[in-house]
């Protein structure tokens, strides 16, 4: 598959995202307007630093409002055609994406339009130039794919194809089967960029929310499939307006955007797999299709099995230990050789990390979860260009294959164990006496905050690398902002991450007021609770208006609410179960989470999370 970008994906002048693209690995891009039209460079500098850095100058776009006009407006919308046509010429470029009509069209007649673009096509020629035609969704006229080919067919004309957008056309909800049908010939381009569903209207929608695939909620890799049938063997190119994008790390938005590619050739040869008629047919070893695009493929990996662990950081452990501690976590020893403890509460294991810089407060730094294999996890996570982290091991060590998440949280493949144990921990605490815990626990789910620039990167992260599944995102109320929480996991929920987006407020706060948190689950929090009590720990105090408000809620029985209150424990029910648990106090950025989960209750809580922001912001600013 031969990979493209819009320059207007990216933040930077023309030279800055030319270059980010070379480092990142694309065969080509498309040349947005407005970035050469602001260029110092003149189109011969653009062509020499294009073929220096080995990109290929696949479209030039776009070119506006051209069709279904008055006899006068298509004559200056031919002048300025011939004055783009004589640019390419000198920047060495052959294709031009020239959309339909959204402001100038007074004329809806397909026969004139036919005539108008023929004309287009024929100067075109003229110029060794291609027009590729697509329906931009908001179209006066002309919004929607199968209208922009039918008048591609009636022109007939060599130099005249389409150009197909994936936003224009999912947005939509156009059905994409009928994409098979079209001559492979005439889709001269095609672009592909996915969204968030979102209810609004569609200009500014495509304007301000297009993501990287992956990033979003269209099914690209259907779309992608049904192109990929049609023959089509061109570009597969992102063009993604994104305000977040635009104003970010220009090398790191281009290495998200090449990994979306990457990851998308995987899941469309995966649904051309599972849609064809051959395996349909039951027949797996008979050959399959080959189609005139080639598509990569990754190494393949199932859903992680489990946490095996999450890693605190701090410069001072002691409010760290005692925490566990209190929690009822036992310290199972240091480590042979390097400065990390071991705390576990049965199969709940936490490393505590002295290696901190100095003053920095307590983080979650690493989490590992267990995989099949390892070095094949870790194989297709670099094929997918996460940046590797390295870990210094002595002999007769474990040695663990690690990953560096968006926001810098280390994650490392482990082997995990049908039994739930895991082998590195006999690396710690030689010589002691290891007193198993009674009670059992395990890492329920880990919760962690996001920088703005990074959360949609962090979405496709968790999903091509780890394979966990994005999970409808929902909005909390706080007292600084809304917080965009994301679930990402596995089909069976052994692995739960939350990725919070912090509010600006407290993003850009000099004190890192954002908070993170592991949640382990017991199989009493009641018992945990009054444990964790007698040990002096210091619960996040729940108002009592809470309580109030559960009751009136729930009708719950006096004796238990009386329970919740005391032990400052929350509660949910749905019709899958009921939730229980309770919060630690924070130290540094770090706090803990304690849940039952009764029946098959599936979520977390989601309507006492308001309560936890707006007690933690309050005991934040007391402070
Ligand atoms: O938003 C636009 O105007 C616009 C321009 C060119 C494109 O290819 C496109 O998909 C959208
Ligand atoms: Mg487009």
Redesign the pocket.
Known sequence: MRTGIATVCLSGTLKEKMQACAIAGFDGIEIFEQDLVTSPHIPEEVRTMAADLGLGLDLYQPFRDFDGVTPDLLKANLRRAEAKFKLMSRLGMDTI?VCSNVATATIDDDELRASQLAELAELAGDHGVKVAY?ALAWGKYVNDYEHAYRLVEMVDHPNLGT?L?S??ILSRDWDTAPIEQINAEKIFFV?VADAPKLSMDVLSWSRHYRVFPGEGQFDLAKFMGHVVRAGYTGPVSL?VFNDVFRQSDVERTAVDAMRSLIWLEEQSAKWLASTSSETAAGNGSASRRRYPMELATLPKVNEPAGFNFAEVKADDTAQLEKLLGQLGFEFEGRHRTKDVQLWTMGQARVIINEQAASHSEPAIAALGFDVDSPVIASARAQQLKAPVVARKVQADEEVFQGISAPDSTEIFLCQGSPDGTAAWTHEFGEGLEHVSSAQNAVIDHVNLAQPWQHFDEAVLFYTSALALEPQPFAEVPSPSGLVRSQVMETTDGAVRLVLNLAPAQQAQSARKTYQEHIAFAVGDLVATARSARDRGLEFLQIPANYYEDLDARFDLEPGFLATLKELNLLYDRDANGEFLHFYTATVGSVFFEMVERRGNYDGYGAPNAPVRHAVQYDSLHRA
């Open positions: 994406l697509e150009c957008d936003f224009h672009q063009e």
